[in-house]
């Protein structure tokens, strides 16, 4: 099996279970007898959750796996999404329930209910329309948290154009390739964000990004900071249109046009193995279908009496699955803050929860890491009395801050669902069943009710209980990725060839049963890194550093990291004789990162070496790099090509950051 991190060793000593409590279990939308009923007619199971959605005309299968890998669901019926998640809870008469409370960094504050949703929602169609978007073009959307963001999902979704969502924190570079790919027609973007009480430019490196950018006709500008200077917001006359110019002149009324249940709603972007990111494409019916089921039994969500809060970023799937459709097609009640946990105090959230008595609270287990960290005196401060159901998604949660969760933010009392799924997924796939499962701090579970996973060995082979190996999913599910825009040999290649015979997804994950057989999720086993819930490819990180002119060679990896998951930390060969790099090099070098991927892919350390560890057939083992990075004693070094390297390595090192 696959190396583990040594910060998962203790996740597979725990031993603790949280059985549900009997008055939350009486209540919940979670039923244990699902389970069985899945199973006995899966498509049967999978027909009465896309029922719950508003459907033109219903379809004549549910499932068409015949071109598989090519999934269809919901085959032959129609449905408008953007009408699933705003229209029909005004029609039947929700109008006057808040849809969004939303929070500024700054202290401002916007409530928006269904009623105004939707005519914003209409007015924002009829506005990309007049630009010329029809159904099928696709609209590049890079803004933060502001209720436009979503306003400009769902528009495109009413028309039936994709939007690819591109996450604020992304450089001018990530930003062009993901333009260029999807050929976007259209890019949505704002004059800057407030970032940490700052407010910072965001239509500048957009122009920056775009020059060039063949496929572009407009673009269009939220303005969220009124920051006006030509640097901050340069203006092309031609292309640029302020969001509320075009909005004041739209009618408030849009007929909404059903699209097939196979109709594309969205690509977004994520990092493979390789540097160049893949464009994930997700599909109507299912997507909305498996959104709104999971996000009605995960966090047993009940419309017009919760209020819930993903404090996810929309540039992720989680926002995504988790702030648009899921919850909106459940008519949900929530919150949305554009800041970031710290400003102006370490209590922001908690104030949040206590003000809006938030009851769902969905986060990462490296924010709650960062909680831990500024102490439990700061969530003791406030009310947190309302919170009923917590959850954790991006990576695994280790059983210290499950704990922490637990006892802090949820009061010893309300359920932890630590779900696993990923972008390509499109919505949770493993995870407890709140009033139904005895949780387990760092466990993720059991698939959900209509899901198969297996924990699989080298020939795909089922583990026994207590056995490790590979997570694989081998059954088609609604929410599943159609493909990779553009390309389906990359898709097959991906995703569908390590297991072949068997016809089984592989997910890219380790994964562990216990003796009950509930599955442990251990990480990554491909060169994809996890830090802070994002990932990111040890390609993409070496393509940029060899972008860089001081760079010859760089290899990177990730490192156990005690508050984001993992680190990164590249090695890297100077060009010249040089090993001697000075600070200001190294620092360069980091910022030569940020700048080509977004300061998320910002190395944590660099150090400069003579050698890399490489076989004799030139691959990198990474594996002693990291034995390096985490300060451990270098494994089995007999398969170097130079076996003398790690020692020059260990002695020549000078380290960054
Ligand atoms: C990891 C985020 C363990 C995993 C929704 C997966 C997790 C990748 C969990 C997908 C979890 C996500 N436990 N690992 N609960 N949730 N992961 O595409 O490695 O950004 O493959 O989707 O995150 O990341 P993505």
Redesign the pocket.
């Known amino acids: 099996m696959t190396e583990q991190s040594p910060a998962l060793d203790n996740l597979l000593s725990e031993t603790r279970t949280f059985p549900p409590d009997g008055e939350f279990a009486a209540q919940a939308n979670a039923g244990a007898g699902m389970y069985a009923e899945a199973q006995s007619d899966r498509e049967g199971f999978w027909a009465e959750q896309a029922e719950k959605l508003d459907w033109e005309s219903r379809w004549d299968q549910v499932v068409d796996w015949s071109n598989a890998p090519f999934a269809r669901w919901f085959v032959g019926g129609r449905l408008n999404v953007a009408f699933n998640c705003v229209d029909r809870h005004v029609a039947a008469g929700f109008g006057d329930q808040v849809a969004i409370h939303w929070v500024g960094e700054p202290g401002d504050t916007r409530e928006i209910t269904y009623a105004q949703l939707q005519e914003e929602v209409c007015r924002a169609a009829n506005g990309l329309a007049s630009l010329g978007v029809v159904a099928g073009d696709r609209v590049a959307i890079q803004l933060q948290m502001i209720p436009e963001a979503i306003v400009a999902m769902l528009a495109c979704a009413r028309i039936g154009a994709l939007h690819s969502v591109v996450f604020g924190g992304f450089s001018p570079t990530a930003l062009r390739a993901r333009v260029d790919d999807a050929e976007a027609k259209v890019v949505i973007t704002s004059d800057g964000q407030y970032r940490r009480g700052k407010a910072a430019a965001m239509k500048a490196q957009v122009d920056e990004a775009l020059v060039g950018a063949e496929s572009v006709q407009r673009v269009l500008v939220v303005r969220r900071t009124g920051a006006e200077t030509p640097e901050e917001v340069p203006w092309t006359e031609s292309r640029d249109i302020w969001w509320h110019e075009l909005m004041a002149t739209q009618p408030a009324e849009h007929e909404a046009e059903a699209f097939d249940s196979e109709h594309p709603l969205f690509i977004l972007y994520?990092?493979g193995t390789t540097g160049k990111p893949k464009g994930?494409l997700h599909t109507s019916g299912g997507y909305l279908t498996q959104a709104a089921y999971t996000h009605r039994v995960v966090f047993d969500h009940k419309p017009g009496q919760d209020v819930y809060w993903c404090t996810?970023d929309i540039g992720?799937?989680?926002g995504h699955?988790y702030i648009v459709y899921g919850p909106l097609a459940n008519r949900a009640t929530q919150v949305v803050y554009e800041g970031t946990p710290n400003t102006p105090h370490e209590g922001r959230h908690w104030e949040i929860v206590q003000n809006y008595k938030v009851s769902i609270y969905y986060t990462?287990?490296t924010l709650i890491r960062t909680f831990m960290k500024w102490g439990s005196d700061i969530p003791a401060k406030y009310d947190l009395s309302s919170l009923r159901v917590l959850g954790?998604?991006?990576?695994?949660?280790n059983p210290e801050a499950w704990m922490w969760y637990r006892e802090h933010i949820g009061g010893g009392r309300a359920p932890i669902v630590?779900?696993?799924?990923?972008?390509?997924?499109g919505a949770?796939m493993?995870?407890p069943l709140p009033g139904v499962t005895h949780t387990k701090p760092g466990s993720?579970q059991a698939p959900l009710p209509g899901i198969s996973a297996k924990v699989v060995d080298d020939n795909g082979a089922e583990v026994p209980a207590g056995g490790g190996g590979y997570?694989v999913l081998d059954k088609p599910w609604p929410a599943m990725l159609r493909g990779i825009w553009g390309d389906d040999e990359r898709y097959r290649e991906t995703y569908w060839s390590r297991f072949a015979d068997q016809g089984f997804y592989f997910?890219?994950?380790g994964a562990k049963y216990d003796s009950d057989g509930d599955i442990w999720?251990?990480?990554?086993v491909d060169d994809?890194m996890?830090v802070s819930?994002?990932?990111i490819s040890t390609t993409e990180v070496e393509s940029a550093l060899v972008s860089h002119p001081a760079v010859a060679e760089a290899a990177v990896v990730g490192a156990s990291d005690a508050t984001t998951g993992q680190g990164i930390v590249a090695f890297v060969i100077l060009r010249g004789s040089s090993t001697d790099a000075g600070e200001q090099t190294v620092q360069d070098l980091r910022n030569h990162v940020a700048g080509e991927i977004g300061p998320i892919a910002k190395p944590r350390q660099i150090m400069v070496v003579s050698e890399l560890p490489k076989t004799r057939s030139g691959k990198i083992m990474r594996r002693l790099l990291r034995d390096v990075a985490e300060n451990r004693d270098v494994g089995d070094v007999t398969t170097l090509a130079d076996a003398s390297v790690m020692d020059q390595i260990a002695s020549g090192l000078k380290s960054g950051s």
């Open positions: 994520t990092s994930i996810a992720w799937v989680t699955s990462a287990p954790s998604v991006g990576e695994p949660i630590d779900t696993w799924w990923q972008t390509e997924t949770i493993i995870s993720a997570l997910a890219g994950d999720l251990l990480g990554r994809v996890n819930g994002h990932r």
